[in-house]
């Protein structure tokens, strides 16, 4: 299987200056890639253009500063931009043409295969790198012993750090997934509670209040300095500090409750969220994009696969709507947070309600067997209420499955629009 594992870098001053100049070449060669495609009728092939790089050390005399593989793998980024451009351009999208880097939007160099060794320098471990030299390193989880490093990417973030990140790729057997799971959970994921899953746990969103907070003051700060000015590069650089607060704190979150999941569990069903379609909502997107969705559900499944754990996304169309007891479908506006079923009279949290709904979905799209998918709430439910349907399983309703009941009839008690239409 193949990880990336990303450590800490401590480079001196004369390095990162010798950084900073591998970054700009390479930067120089991506804009020299570009100017090629812009002048020639066809796009050539990689390898083809790949090729021509010896030619041009002849008389571009930086390259030949700047390890082979590393020009190599800048070549390789301007085609995978093209093929990610192309793809959109498939998908109906309107795109236009690759620009040309600035200093400011590049930012990363990467060795490929070799040019790079991880030592250890007198007690201290090192990142060796080809025309760079040694760099010290915070390896702050070791690399399995199994693991195979492919390739070394160094990047410097907006906040002035450098860090490297191994693509790795470890000898090690996917494990077999059940083929009856035993412990399976439906998780529904929200705003105000970030997770509800089957087994009544609801997850609170983090807490990130003051550190956003603490953003906006230091916006603020820069927005009243100097452009260019060295006040404006240091106060620049504490808005990028907050920024990596709240990105680290976020990951960390996701990392351990997806891990939670991937872990405890042998089938996970979730939601197939098309997040960047509900980013273009006009309300309510800040919270969507705070939540991560998408990084959490990323996260999910490559963990699952990890730990032999069935990740099935489900269509998540009406799983709120529908009643998890009976099928049958119930408009509900957002502020409703109960779910009650006028048809079979079920009532649970709407956000459990859409859980279940997720679960079965799931259970039913992998096609594995499981007996207990029906939750004891439900369980509990029909048997206090057994007259409800003739057959011993709850699905016999009043109304049939396809019919959808207004929100009229699910007010909820205490809603300022409960007081609204009495009066």
Sequence with gaps: MQYNYKYRLQPTDAIRDELLYHVDICRQLYNHCLFKFNE?????ARYELQGQLPDLKSWWDDLRDVHSKVLQMVVKRVYDNLSRLKAQKENGRAVGM???????????????QSGFKLKNTSGRPVLWL???????????RDIPENATIKQVTV???????WFATFAIDVDEETPEKPRTPEKCVGIDVGILKYAHDTDGH???SLDLSDERERLEREQRKLSRKEHGSNNYEKQRRRVAECHADLRRKRRDFLHKLSNYYAKEYDLVAVEDLNVAGMMQFDSNSRNRAAA??????RMLEYKCEREGTYFVAVDPRNTTKECASCGVKTDKPLWVREHSCPTCGFEADRDANAAWNILSRGIDKVGVVHS???SPEIKDFWLANESLCDSSTPVETALPMDTVVSAK???????????????
Excluded: C, Q
């Design 372 to 374: 207990d998918s029906t």
């Design 40 to 44: 020639s009728d066809e796009i050539p």
């Design 98 to 112: 690759l620009k040309w880097k600035r200093p400011r939007d590049y930012h990363s160099l990467t060795y490929n």
């Design 292 to 297: 991560a969705w998408g990084t959490f559900l």
């Design 409 to 423: 009839r699910v007010v909820e008690a205490g809603s300022p629009v409960l007081s609204t239409r009495s009066e």
């Design 155 to 161: 990047k410097r973030e907006p906040t002035g750090e």
């Design 202 to 204: 609801a997850i609170k």
């Design 130 to 140: 080809s025309k760079l030299g040694e760099i010290p390193i915070h390896l702050h």
